[in-house]
Nanobody
Framework: QVQLVESGGGLVQPGGSLRLSCAAS????????MSWVRQSPRKGLEWVAD????????AYEDSVKGRFTISRDNAKNTLYLQMDNLNSEDAAVYYC?????????WGQGTQVTVSS
């Protein structure tokens, strides 16, 4: 079954950290660029970061540069997003998506809440 399954979201205090994971199955994961995309009522749908299939070619949205780190383990078919120094603007549902600038497969999303 072709699917993406995110995990790792939750409630965190401002300044805290979370690590999101996305398990891929049913397709050759290492061939595809992968992205993290988030959605919130305030900002709508927003691209966060992407990474090429081989692990290079990384790009970040400006507001997360220096705080978020995208990575992948092709042996485990898993995509990661390490999020540090979180603030209220980062609260959203986070989706992993197949593709770099356009996406043809999405996970179900994982909620990230930032609150004291």
């Amino acid at each position: 079954q072709v699917q993406l399954v995110e995990s790792g979201g939750g409630l965190v205090q401002p300044g805290g950290s979370l690590r999101l994971s996305c398990a891929a199955s049913g397709f050759p994961f290492s061939v595809y660029a992968m992205s993290w995309v988030r959605q919130s009522p305030r900002k709508g749908l927003e691209w966060v970061a992407d990474i090429y299939g081989g692990g290079g070619g990384i790009a970040y949205e400006d507001s997360v540069k220096g705080r978020f780190t995208i990575s992948r383990d092709n042996a485990k078919n898993t995509l990661y997003l390490q999020m540090d120094n979180l603030n209220s603007e980062d609260a959203a549902v986070y989706y992993c998506a197949r593709g770099g600038s356009s996406w043809d497969l999405w996970g179900q999303g994982t909620q990230v809440t930032v609150s004291s």
